[in-house]
């Protein structure tokens, strides 16, 4: 495996852990974050089940359309 290689995966890892530990940061402050319409929210007595569907969709789109856009 060339050196060079595995120093740009290494600096790609690294950001990656960095956008991720900013988004568990900053994701309470964003609006309608797991509050769209379908977002599935069960409550029953002391017990809470929250599957956030539709928010999960909406940024594997998101996610997807970056990914088209930099791979060109």
């Known amino acids: 495996m060339n050196t060079a290689f ?3 995966m290494l600096v790609i890892t ?3 852990v960095v956008a991720a530990g900013l988004l ?3 994701a309470p402050k964003i ?3 797991g509050k769209l ?3 599935i ?3 029953k007595g002391n017990f809470t089940f929250f599957f956030p569907i539709t ?3 909406v940024l594997s789109v998101l996610a997807s359309f970056f990914v088209w856009i930099f791979r060109k």
């Open 24 to 26: 568990l940061i900053f």
């Open 37 to 39: 319409p379908g977002d």
């Open 55 to 57: 928010t999960c969709i």
């Open 6 to 8: 595995f120093g740009k």
């Open 41 to 43: 929210c069960v409550k």
């Open 14 to 16: 690294g950001a990656v």
């Open 31 to 33: 609006p309608l974050l």
